[in-house]
């Protein structure tokens, strides 16, 4: 080690000294001995008799700074070992958590495979048992549903249920209230809560849209096919709920519908209610009965090629109405699919039934429900 032999070059150099200091201090003795004794003087002994040895001061640095260099060198090469060691603990870290990141995407990629089997799987079980288990239907309507069940059940529930009726063959779900009025009603339209677009196009109006339990329009095709059976009636039944929480309704002895290539026109028995007959309004002008169906993209609404309201000129009943889908005549008093302006600039209400007043001005009305049922028949 290189302090052993700096330790081992001083203890030769004190050595040295020693020696040179005693070889001077006999020789001067040998001198002496020929004269008179002289008494050392204080200046030329020290402290035990004797001068404190010393090493050369140009050997002291010589030392230092070779012991300096030393530990110089000594210092980088513990550095350099210190940052080869740390390089390779950081590669062989990241090379291990590469490991761990393939293993984890070969088992996510497995899982996925599976999951897509799995589905699959589903799907087909799903596929055959709809095949082999056909949907079992309540009844035709929501009045025969309750005409079926008074005998076994003491209390019918209001509820979603499957119709099927007589000149269809397939089956679809509807909302049937069985506590309002007697029961038996199949709901055709409910507005509550303004969470339901009614900005829809011709084919959303004909096929339906929204949830049955809340907001809804059950479709034109399916309210079709319901008052369409044979030796049947129904009932169109609106309950309207104002801002206020005031009630009203107005009610149709008769109702049926044009098919398709008719575009669904609308017909109405006798009205009795305390709402007002805003489907027929004041006068022949504004009178939608037998009025065809029409939507933002399929126009029958008799403006032709405009209307003029109010010293406006209407070009589209729906466009006026916010897209929504209803049977205009000239636009008409009655719009209950009506739906709100984003700016509200409008001063017309959303849900329209104009004929419904308070002090001559209409109410707001915040709820509306349009329901059909059965009547019974002279037959």
């Not at 589905?119 to 709809?130: G, P």
């Not at 288990?133 to 008074?150: A, E, F, T, W, Y």
């Amino acid at each position: 080690m290189w302090i052993n032999s700096h330790v081992l070059l001083l203890l030769v150099l004190l050595l040295l000294s020693v020696g040179s200091e005693k070889s001077s201090y006999f020789n001067h003795s040998e001198t002496l001995n020929d004269e008179a004794p002289v008494k050392p003087s204080k200046s030329t002994v020290g402290t035990k008799g004797w001068d404190t040895c010393s090493i050369p001061c140009d050997i002291t640095v010589k030392l230092l700074r070779d012991e300096k260099h030393s530990i110089c060198g000594q210092l980088q090469q513990s550095l350099l070992s210190f940052g080869r060691s740390t390089r390779k603990l950081m590669r062989d870290v990241m090379e291990e958590q590469q490991r761990a990141l393939d293993i984890l995407s070969t088992q996510v990629t497995e899982l996925m495979i599976k999951v897509q089997m799995l589905s699959l799987e589903v799907q087909r079980s799903n596929t055959e048992m709809y095949a082999i288990k056909p949907v079992q239907s309540h009844g035709r309507d929501c009045s025969d549903i309750k005409d079926n069940l008074m005998t076994v059940v003491p209390k019918i529930p209001s509820g979603i249920y499957i119709i099927s009726p007589e000149n269809t063959e397939s089956s679809f779900e509807v909302f049937c209230e069985m506590d309002y009025m007697g029961g038996g009603w199949t709901v055709m339209q409910r507005r509550t809560d303004g969470l339901t677009d009614f900005k829809r196009s011709w084919a959303d109006y004909t096929d339906g849209f929204g949830n049955l339990a809340g907001e809804h329009w059950l479709g034109l095709k399916k309210v079709f096919h319901i008052v369409s059976q044979k030796d049947t009636r129904f009932q169109l039944h609106v309950a309207l709920v104002s801002k206020d929480d005031v009630t009203s309704y107005a009610s149709y002895d008769d109702f049926h519908l044009d098919n398709e290539t008719l575009f669904y026109g609308i017909h109405l028995g006798r009205y009795a209610g305390s709402a007002g007959d805003a489907f027929r309004g004041y006068d022949q002008d504004q009178n939608q009965d037998t009025a065809p169906f029409s939507a933002s993209d399929v126009d029958n609404d008799g403006c032709n090629p405009s209307c003029s309201l109010n010293n406006r000129t209407v070009e589209s009943c729906s466009v006026l109405h916010n897209q929504t889908g209803w049977w205009f005549n000239q636009c008409g008093l009655a719009n209950l699919n009506g739906s709100p302006e984003e700016t509200e600039s409008s001063q017309r209400t959303s849900i329209l039934w104009d004929t419904w007043r308070q002090n001559g001005v209409p109410y707001h009305i915040k709820a509306v429900t349009m329901k059909i049922r059965r009547i019974p028949t002279n037959n």
